[in-house]
């Protein structure tokens, strides 16, 4: 197996870390948080980046170590790190891989949310869903404004939603 090796600045001290050593701490170790926005799969199980690094590190204060920057490390040592993380109703992971969403004809779509604001700019925020009012053309939106362009609209208007893989 070769081996990876990572350096972080953790509160000033240089910390070593290999993928054999994430490898084993996850292995004996069941991840405290649920991940929200980032993601790291180790074997089959996702942990929240700072979770992991703390199991790993053995330290509970990161210092100014931020999620993005434990990503970094994880993906560095050969880890698949995701930018998003949402769950199903039935509490399993759903996750968006560093790639871009597709629809579900195929074709690429912005990986942004295009809804307009009410400050006059686009929300910008991740895309999640690929949503088709009854009656209407498809659109994609992020979580938060799944509903914003049918709700303009004035009257209930039923809709499916999907996730986007």
């Known amino acids: 197996m070769t081996t990876h090796i990572?350096?972080?600045?953790?509160?000033?001290?240089?910390?070593?870390?290999?993928r054999e050593h994430v490898l084993l701490t996850a292995a004996d170790a069941v991840p405290r948080d649920l991940p929200r926005r980032h993601a790291v799969?180790?074997?089959a199980v996702l942990w929240a980046p700072k979770d992991l690094l703390r199991?790993?590190?053995?330290?509970?204060?990161?210092?100014?170590?931020?999620s993005p920057r434990a990503m970094k490390a994880?993906?560095?040592?050969?880890?698949?790190?995701?930018?998003?993380?949402?769950?199903?109703?039935?509490?399993?992971p759903f996750v968006h891989p560093d790639n871009r969403p597709r629809s579900s004809r195929g074709k690429?779509?912005?990986?942004?949310?295009p809804v307009t604001v009410d400050a006059g700019?686009?929300?910008g925020a991740a895309l999640r869903w690929e949503v088709t009012p009854e009656g209407g053309e498809a659109y994609v939106a992020c979580g938060q404004h799944v509903t914003a362009?049918?709700?303009?609209?004035g009257a209930l208007v039923p809709f499916t939603a999907r996730p986007l893989d």
């Open 74 to 92: 994880f993906k560095g040592l050969g880890f698949q790190t995701f930018t998003e993380t949402v769950y199903t109703a039935d509490g399993l």
């Open 121 to 123: 700019g686009v929300c």
């Open 55 to 66: 199991k790993v590190v053995d330290r509970d204060d990161l210092g100014n170590v931020d």
């Open 149 to 153: 362009p049918i709700m303009r609209a």
């Open 41 to 43: 799969r180790v074997g």
């Open 108 to 113: 690429e779509i912005a990986d942004t949310c």
């Open 6 to 18: 990572t350096t972080l600045t953790i509160n000033g001290d240089q910390v070593t870390i290999t």
